[in-house]
């Protein structure tokens, strides 16, 4: 069994903004974790630190599950991750070519998601023809084509409507529940979060600590069905009453 990826005592300026002051969090090996917060606290900076993107000042960061392959990452900026001159087919199908995957087992590999893809999405398309929305499911199922062991998720959700975003959080618990993968999201949704994690981390504004973790028992799959549920919104009422405590409003 994996260790959890363990963050100890995590330091990080730019310049003379201090991001993190003595971090200390641990996140759970195979389960779904979210990260919440104001604005500026460094969830995004602490996604990239952890994926070796980022160097931090000191403190130790440990995980197992970067491996190449093993390991995916939808970033925010989705639209920059993407090759404009590939097709939607082909940007999903680039690590399975980079692998040397024949036509036959990619093609079969893409079928496999055809459940989770609305109707109106051409895959014949480039990203240039389709819309933001599009253009993120392009990235976040290019993310699970290999099916990671570990996968990072920075605001992958935020351009989709609510349809399109209740059946990607489905597909994603479907994801995690078969391949019992580590999964870390970045959110500021938290209906999102409360609907896809078993910890939610809120962190505190900068210098950024951890503010209180909130765990959350219900089962799995978590359908729209869910959403309505007494225990949901007491969860949601806990993260948003944790979220005050650490805005400056």
């Not at 990671?148 to 209740?166: G, M, N, V």
Request: one cysteine or more; glycine letters at 4%; hydrophobic letters at 45%.
């Amino acid at each position: 069994m994996p260790f959890p990826i363990l963050i100890n005592n995590l330091k990080k300026k730019f310049g003379d903004e201090e991001i993190y002051r003595d971090l200390t969090l641990t996140l759970e090996n195979g389960a779904i974790t979210a990260l919440v917060g104001p604005n500026g606290c460094g969830k995004s900076t602490l996604l990239k630190i952890l994926a070796g993107l980022v160097q931090p000042d000191s403190g130790e960061c440990r995980l197992e599950l970067r491996e190449e392959l093993k390991f995916s990452y939808i970033f925010q900026n989705y639209q920059e991750t993407l090759l404009p001159w590939k097709t939607a087919a082909d940007n999903i199908a680039l690590p399975l070519h980079l692998q040397k995957y024949s036509r036959a087992a990619v093609n079969q590999k893409i079928a496999r998601l055809a459940k989770w893809l609305p109707p109106s999405l051409a895959l014949h398309r480039y990203p240039y023809q389709l819309s933001g929305g599009q253009q993120q499911l392009i990235a976040f199922w290019r993310a699970l084509i290999t099916d990671p062991k570990l996968l990072f998720i920075d605001e992958s959700f935020s351009a989709l409507d609510h349809e399109q975003a209740l059946r990607l959080r489905l597909a994603l618990q479907e994801y995690h529940c078969e391949q019992k993968a580590t999964v870390v999201i970045v959110s500021h949704n938290v209906d999102e979060a409360v609907q896809l994690a078993k910890t939610i981390i809120v962190l505190s504004n900068r210098p950024t600590v951890v503010s209180q973790i909130i765990d959350n028992s219900l089962p799995y799959p978590r359908t729209p069905a869910t959403l309505v549920t007494d225990e949901f919104f007491a969860l949601r009422r806990q993260v948003l009453n944790a979220l005050h405590k650490v805005m400056s409003i």
